[in-house]
Each structure stands twice: as C-alpha cells, then as structure tokens.
C-alpha cells in the first residue's frame, strides 16, 4: 500500500524556520509532481508548492522568496524549506503526490498525507 508520511511539524516564533519532510513509502511504481498544501482553521485548502519529477518549481505568492521545496528522488521524499515564518503561515500542512503504484492496474492518482501541524507564534 502506497501512502505518505509527513513530519517536521511544530511550535515556531515568528521569523523562525521549519524544515517539513515527506516520505513516500510502500509498492511504488513512479512518483511525478509532489506538492505542499495547508489549511488552516476555517479556511480552504491552498496550494503552497509544488515540485516536477524534472525539478521544476511553483510556489504560491504568499510563500515566494521564503519557502524552498525539493525532492530526493532516491529517497522518494519532498522536503518543503520554510524561512521567516509568520503567524499567517499557521496550518496544517499536508503533502501529495502523483504516483503511480505497482499493481495490475497501475492506476496513478494523487495520494495525501495525514498531515503536520505548524504553528508560529510568539
């Protein structure tokens, strides 16, 4: 069973820095784009950032200039950078991925996280 675990997670001050991991783990095929979204408390999910197979890059503009994403592909693990937090960025984060699994049908779909809760306060 293929599935992704987050972790990294914590209490920060604001203009500390958090360092969020996710591994995909279990029967994997390949994985494609790996992405980091949050949610915080009565508000929609957004997208934070995200990461191609190849490399490329996208970050939401709240989050440019002070979150990294990357990938080890080796490991099957997104890592998501988070400098300069403030208050704002507090939410849970949750990682996806595009996988595709080695099973018969060898059918890719998104797969999510439990999520990891960061909050940045003082």
């Known amino acids: 069973q293929v599935q992704l675990v987050e972790s990294g997670g914590g209490l920060v001050q604001p203009g500390g820095s958090l360092r969020l991991s996710c591994a995909a783990s279990?029967?994997?095929?390949?994985?494609?784009?790996m992405r980091w979204y949050r949610q915080a408390p009565g508000k929609q999910r957004e997208l934070v950032a995200a990461i191609t197979s190849g490399g490329s890059t996208n970050y939401a503009d709240s989050v440019k200039g002070r979150f990294t994403i990357s990938r080890d592909n080796a490991k099957n693990t997104t890592y998501l950078q988070m400098n300069s937090l403030e208050p704002e960025d507090t939410a849970v984060y949750y990682c996806?991925?595009?996988?595709?699994?080695?099973?018969?049908?060898?059918?890719?779909?998104?797969?999510w996280g439990q999520g990891t809760q960061v909050t940045v306060s003082s």
């Open positions: 279990g029967n994997i095929f390949s994985i494609y784009a």
């Open positions: 996806n991925a595009h996988i595709t699994p080695l099973t018969a049908s060898r059918n890719t779909r998104n797969y």
